[in-house]
C-alpha cells in the first residue's frame, strides 16, 4: 500500500500488510507480519506482532503493544508515553527510540543497530553485540543491560543505567552528567568513568573500570580499577584483584581484603584499611595518608611517601631503601611488624627508645642502629628499649616487632603454642610472654630473658588487652615483671589460697628509674609482685575460682614509666 491508509479497528485483525512510501497503517486491532518501507509508517494503538520495518518507522503509542518487531536498513521504531515494545530485533542502521514514558523489553540491538532511551523512557532488559549501541540520555533510564562482544552503552547528562552487566569486549561509558549503577563488569568487560560521570557501586569481577570521576563503593573480586586523572574512587572494596591509583587520581576509605592498592607517581590515597592478605604498594612520587595496617602489608617504595600510618592490629609495614614515612607511628603492639629494607641485618642490630612525651599524647623515637647505618621512627605510646626485638627479614633487611622473639602470644580463640601446655596442665617453663585479647597463659617460674630488665633469669609477662595469666607453681619460682597490667587483666595466684576474708593487696611505687624488689614469696608467706608501670592504690584481691587469689585492677589504665612493687596477703 503506498499513499493510502489502513485502518485496523478495535476487534479487527490484519496480517501481511505492505505499507511504503505515503502509506500509513493505524492498529486498534490486531496486525502481524506487517513491512514498512520507504516511508510507510504504522502507528501502534493496540497490537502488533512480529513486523519488519525497512526504511520505515513504526510507531508505539499510549496502550499499544510491538512484540517481536525488526528494525533494519534505516528503519525507526518509537515507543512515546504508555507504549510498549517487547523483544525487538535492531540491526544495521536501525533504531529504536524509547522517551516520554514509553518501555522497552528485551530489545536486542546488534551490527550496528541503535537504540536511544530518553525524556523519562525505559529500556529494560537490552542486550547489546558486534556494534549494537545503547545511548541513555536526558532522564532515561535503562535497567539490567547486557553488553557483551563488540555492544556498547553510553550514559551521559541526566541518564541512569542500573544493573548493566558488562562482558567479553563489552564496553560502558559513563560520561559527564551520566549515572551508572550497580554495574556489573565480567572477565573481558570495561567500564570507564568520565570526567563528571559517576559509577555507584560496580561489582568488577575479571573485568577492567577506568574511572576519571567518581567511582563509589565498588567491590573488586577479581580484575583492576584505574583511578585516573581527576578521578575520584571512594571507599572501593577490594577482595582479589587491584586498584590502581594514577597521576591525579584520588581514592579514600578503600579496603583492602585480599587484594592490592598501588599509588603511582602522583597519586594520592587516604584512609586505606588493610586487611589480612591485602596489600597496599606506594611507588615512587606516591602518597599514602592515614593508613590503617588490620593484618596485610604496607609497602613503601623507593620514593614513595606515607604519613599517618597506624596499627590496628597485626600486620607489616614494609620501608624500602630510599622510602620516606612522615608523622607518628601509633597503635605499634604485639603481631605488629615493622621490615626496614633499606637497613641490612648483618647481626648486630640494637633497637633504643627515647620516650618524648607522656600521658595522653604520649610518643617517642625509637632507633634501629645496624653498624653505621640507623633507622630513626616516631610511635604514638609508651615503650621501653626492651619493647622491641631486631632480628632478619629473611630478605636481607631487618624486622622489628614487639614483643621480642621468644613471647608466647596467646589469645582468645587458644591460638599459641603455650596453649597446648595449659589444656595439658603441663609444668614447663615459661618465658616471656604475651597475654592478649582474652588470653589465658599458665606461667609457672623457670629460667627465661626478662627483656624489660636488660637480660637475666626472670620470666616476663606482657598484657596487651584483656587476659589472664595464672601462676600455678611454687610462687616463690616466679620473679619476673609483669608490664601492661590493666582494667580487664587478671594475675591468678592459685597457689596462695583464699577464705572467706577479703585479701589485701598493698602498693609499694618504687622511685622512677630504680629497681624494683624481684618477684616471689618471702619467708612471711606474702607474695610481692612487681609491675612496670605507675599505679595508685588500685588493686581488688578476691576469689580466683580455684581456692587461690585473683587480683585485678578495676579502676584507672596504667602508665608505663617505671616498675612497682606490690604486696598480696591474706588475713
Do not use: C
Not at 12 to 28: K, Q
Not at 199 to 212: C, K, P
Request: aromatic share 4%.
Amino acid at each position: 500500500m503506498s499513499g493510502g491508509t489502513l485502518f485496523v479497528a478495535v476487534g479487527g485483525t490484519a496480517s501481511g500488510a505492505r505499507v511504503s512510501s505515503g502509506g500509513i497503517e493505524l492498529v486498534s486491532g490486531i496486525d502481524s507480519g506487517a513491512t514498512l518501507s520507504l516511508g510507510g509508517t504504522e502507528q501502534v494503538f493496540g497490537t502488533a506482532f512480529g513486523d519488519l520495518v525497512l526504511r520505515g518507522t513504526q510507531t508505539v503509542k499510549s496502550g499499544g503493544t510491538a512484540v517481536g518487531t525488526t528494525v533494519s536498513s534505516g528503519g525507526q521504531q518509537v515507543v512515546s508515553g504508555g507504549g510498549t515494545a517487547s523483544g525487538a530485533i535492531i540491526l544495521s542502521s536501525g533504531t529504536e527510540t524509547v522517551s516520554s514514558g514509553g518501555t522497552a523489553i528485551g530489545t536486542v540491538v546488534s551490527n550496528g543497530g541503535h537504540e536511544v532511551v530518553s525524556s523519562g523512557g525505559v529500556g529494560d532488559a537490552t542486550l547489546l553485540s558486534s556494534g549494537g549501541t545503547l545511548g541513555v540520555v536526558r532522564a532515561g533510564t535503562a535497567s539490567g543491560a547486557v553488553i557483551v562482544s563488540g555492544g556498547l552503552e553510553t550514559v551521559s547528562t541526566g541518564g541512569t543505567a542500573i544493573g548493566t552487566t558488562v562482558s567479553g569486549g563489552g564496553h560502558e561509558v559513563v560520561s559527564s552528567g551520566g549515572i551508572a549503577v550497580a554495574t556489573v563488569i565480567s572477565s573481558g568487560g570495561t567500564l570507564s568513568v568520565v570526567r563528571a560521570g559517576t559509577d555507584l557501586g560496580a561489582q568488577i569481577s575479571g573485568g577492567f573500570e577506568t574511572d576519571s570521576g567518581l567511582a563509589s563503593g565498588a567491590v573488586i573480586l577479581a580484575g583492576s580499577q584505574m583511578v585516573a586523572n581527576g578521578g575520584t574512587a571512594i571507599g572501593t572494596t577490594v577482595s582479589g584483584g587491584t586498584e590502581t591509583v594514577s597521576s591525579g587520581g584520588t581514592t579514600s576509605n578503600t579496603l583492602l581484603a585480599g587484594g592490592q592498592e598501588t599509588v603511582l607517581r602522583s597519586g594520592h590515597a587516604t584512609g586505606t584499611i588493610i586487611m589480612n592478605g591485602g596489600t597496599e604498594l606506594v611507588s615512587s612520587g606516591g602518597t599514602a595518608v592515614a593508613t590503617a595496617i588490620s593484618g596485610g602489608t604496607l609497602e613503601v617504595a623507593s620514593g614513595g611517601t606515607a604519613s599517618g600510618v597506624a596499627f590496628s592490629s597485626s600486620g607489616t609495614l614494609q620501608l624500602d631503601s630510599g622510602s620516606h614515612i612522615s608523622g607518628a607511628i601509633s597503635g605499634f603492639h604485639s603481631g605488629g611488624a615493622i621490615d626496614l629494607r633499606e637497613l641490612a641485618y648483618a647481626g648486630t642490630s640494637t633497637a633504643s627508645w627515647t620516650q618524648l612525651t607522656s600521658g595522653s599524647s604520649a610518643s617517642g623515637t625509637l632507633t634501629v642502629k645496624e653498624g653505621a647505618s640507623s633507622v630513626t621512627l616516631t610511635l604514638v605510646g609508651s615503650y621501653t628499649s626492651g619493647n622491641f626485638s631486631v632480628t632478619s627479614d629473611g630478605s636481607g633487611g631487618t624486622l622489628v616487632t614487639d614483643p621480642p622473639v621468644g613471647g608466647t602470644v596467646v589469645t582468645s580463640d587458644g591460638s599459641g603454642s603455650s596453649m597446648a601446655d595449659i589444656a595439658a596442665a603441663s609444668f614447663a617453663p615459661a618465658i616471656s610472654t604475651s597475654v592478649i585479647s582474652g588470653g589465658y597463659e599458665l606461667a609457672n617460674g623457670g629460667a627465661a630473658a626478662d627483656t624489660n630488665n636488660g637480660g637475666g633469669t626472670d620470666p616476663a609477662v606482657f598484657f596487651s588487652g584483656d587476659g589472664m595469666v595464672a601462676l600455678d607453681a611454687l610462687l616463690s619460682q616466679f620473679a619476673g615483671v609483669v608490664s601492661g597490667f590493666d582494667l580487664g587483666d587478671g594475675v591468678d595466684l592459685q597457689s596462695l589460697g583464699f577464705g572467706s576474708a577479703p585479701g589485701v593487696a598493698s602498693l609499694m611505687q618504687a622511685t622512677s628509674g630504680s629497681e624494683a624488689g624481684a618477684s616471689g614469696v618471702d619467708k612471711t608467706g606474702l607474695f610481692n609482685l612487681t609491675l612496670l608501670g605507675q599505679y595508685a592504690a588500685n588493686f581488688s584481691a578476691g576469689p580466683g575460682g580455684h581456692d587461690g587469689t585473683l587480683i585485678t585492677d578495676p579502676s584507672s589504665a596504667a602508665s608505663v614509666i617505671g616498675p612497682t612493687s606490690m604486696t598480696v596477703a591474706h588475713s
